[in-house]
């Protein structure tokens, strides 16, 4: 893929922000929605799957209705920046599923964690007894959602 250079044109587009709306519509809805006919839209699916644009597909959970009703963003800096003791938190993070994301970022602190439990005791409880064990950390700072205004809904198709 050469830069500056979009490698999916505007069918393909279309495909995907379907699919990213609706993931279980059927190709002969895809590609209704998508102005095609099924054999293309069928190709052109199998191709986005194969060239990992798609990569996978799921349903999207009320979080609140099945009784994760805290949302916290964690900010963490650790002690030193060395490769193995950024691996040791990265695969501590993977160990726990409370932890639905967790980014390395710049600024002043080197990882914005996302972090659901079912209330706030529980977080109180995860965050003592789990997040400030992990490797390494010199410094946290929890965050809490009070509202979502506008939560995740999929990526731009820009």
């Not at 587009?13 to 209704?32: F, H, P, Y």
């Not at 099945?66 to 949302?71: D, E, M």
């Not at 599923?97 to 005791?121: E, K, M, T, Y």
Request: aromatic letters at 8%; one cysteine or more; charged letters at 25%.
């Amino acid at each position: 893929m050469g830069q500056g250079q979009d490698p999916l044109d505007a069918a393909d587009k279309r495909i995907l922000a379907a699919l990213q709306a609706e993931g279980r519509l059927s190709n002969a809805d895809l590609a209704e929605a998508t102005g095609m006919s099924t054999s293309p839209c069928w190709r052109r699916t199998r191709r986005l799957e194969e060239q990992g644009y798609i990569k996978g597909y799921r349903a999207d959970i009320d979080r609140k209705q099945i009784g994760l009703g805290v949302l916290v963003f964690v900010t963490i800096q650790i002690d030193t920046h060395s490769a193995e003791e950024a691996s040791a938190f990265e695969k501590a993070v993977a160990d726990y599923p409370q932890i639905v994301s967790c980014h390395s970022i710049g600024g002043n602190a080197d990882f914005l964690l996302q972090v659901v439990c079912q209330d706030l005791d529980a977080y109180a409880e995860f965050s003592m007894t789990h997040l400030r064990r992990m490797p390494g950390i010199k410094a946290m700072e929890s965050s809490f959602a009070l509202k979502e205004i506008k939560p995740y809904s999929g990526w731009p198709m820009l």
